[in-house]
């Protein structure tokens, strides 16, 4: 079976996708500097998959240690590029650090790919990409608004990095993937979400809150123009999101794709408000989650959901996870941490 390169294969989105890829029968290969997860990481693979996937600890930054990197590991057919850096917050005050990590990274793996003999790539963008669109549900075609911050700009230069290159060799094919919001874990539990301090998204903090590890969750807003006044998004089960990268390499390894560079919105379709999230995470889980309307966060979009029709059509594609599954699986995980914090 074919080898794929996973970049950020340790970290959220990276670490499910490695989980698909093993069980369809890919080898994987995992290239990450561990800047954001963590190394126990490869044993909740293992223990979901019973295969522990190769891995080195090499920053996509060194252009050295990755062509050092291809030479060691031969014949990789597809790479699936997660590596970046991820916080919005961060990238206003650190803007170099995201433009240096995210551009370089993808730099190198683009001016590596003909070196080694490697023709497709997949790309983690985000719907981030059409700030707050115009119409709903936002197609792939719909504008690209002005970033709102450097690390949503830093997705916009990639994907047009990527256009550019692409063409520049009949035989290279890139798949573009603009995720919606992915939450959730793996329903084994073994793999989640692992935020870095004070988490900056909704669930990881909705899931903070209710087993006490923070006092109250902080609703941004209660005055936007949606029917219960908080912001829309589109919350996808991260296992959903895997499944459609291990499609993606599928189509290009198969020759299916039908231009050089293909656009895809993963999402679920449908928009769901902050007060539902936490109203159904209460339900379905028997926990409360303390909260207090608070302002508007700066920065924050409305409303988003996703068009996935083309997804739909044209991969075969469908988030398929209710949102109730989704918010068990991530109360599942947090309630797993806790267990292994009290064990150390
Ligand atoms: P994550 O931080 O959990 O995973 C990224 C991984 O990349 C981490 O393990 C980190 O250590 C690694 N990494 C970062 N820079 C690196 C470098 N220079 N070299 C090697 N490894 C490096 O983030 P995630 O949520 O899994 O996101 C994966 C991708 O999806 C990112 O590109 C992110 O921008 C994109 N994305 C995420 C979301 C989201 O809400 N999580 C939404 C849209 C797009
Ligand atoms: C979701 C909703 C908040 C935390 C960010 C990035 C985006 C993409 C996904 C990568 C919003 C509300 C949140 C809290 C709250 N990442 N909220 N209290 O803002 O859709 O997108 O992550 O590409 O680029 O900007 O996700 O999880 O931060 O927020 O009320 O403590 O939850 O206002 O409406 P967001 P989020």
């Known amino acids: ?3 794929i390169l996973v970049t ?5 989105i990276g670490s499910h996708t490695v989980v698909e890829l093993q069980k369809v029968g890919f080898e994987v290969v995992i290239v990450d ?3 954001n997860s963590n190394i126990e990481v490869l044993s909740g693979i ?3 998959t019973g295969i522990r996937p190769a891995f080195e600890n090499i920053d996509c930054v060194d252009y050295v240690s990755m062509d050092r990197m291809f030479d060691k590991y031969q014949n990789i057919s597809a790479i699936i590029h997660f590596a970046a850096s991820k916080a919005v917050g961060e990238s206003v005050e650190k803007p170099l650090l995201y433009y240096r990590n995210n551009l370089v990274s993808l730099i190198n793996l683009l001016q590596l790919m003909p070196i080694h003999k490697i023709n497709n790539i997949v790309f983690s963008s985000s719907c981030t990409v059409y700030g707050q669109p115009d119409i709903l549900p936002v197609t792939e075609d719909a504008p690209i608004k002005t970033a709102l911050s450097p690390y949503g700009n830093t997705k916009q230069i990639c994907e047009e990095i990527i256009c550019d290159t692409i063409h520049t060799n009949p035989c290279y ?3 573009i993937l603009r995720y919606f919001n992915p939450i959730g874990a793996h329903p084994s539990a073994e793999i989640g979400e692992l935020p870095n301090g004070v988490p900056n998204n909704l669930l990881p903090f909705v899931t903070q809150t209710a087993i006490g590890l923070r006092k109250q969750l902080n609703v941004f807003g209660n005055d936007y123009d949606t029917p219960d006044g908080s912001c829309i998004r589109d919350y996808i089960h991260v296992v959903d999101l895997a499944k459609a990268h291990v499609i993606a390499v599928q189509r290009m390894l198969n020759q299916r794709t039908k231009s050089d560079v293909e656009t895809f919105n993963l999402g679920t379709g449908r928009g769901l408000s902050v007060l539902e999230v936490i109203e159904t995470f209460e339900k379905v889980n028997g926990v409360k989650v303390p909260y207090r309307i ?8 409305e409303k988003v959901w996703a068009d996935p029709t083309y997804a739909n059509e044209v991969l075969g594609w469908t988030a398929v996870e209710t949102v109730e599954e989704t918010l068990r699986s991530a109360w599942a995980w947090e ?3 806790a267990e292994r914090a009290k064990a150390e």
């Open 33 to 35: 500097n561990l800047s």
């Open 46 to 48: 293992e223990k979901i």
């Open 1 to 3: 079976m074919a080898k």
């Open 173 to 175: 094919k890139s798949i």
């Open 294 to 301: 608070v302002d508007r966060r700066e920065g924050d979009i």
């Open 8 to 12: 950020g294969g340790a970290g959220y």
């Open 335 to 337: 309630l797993n941490l």
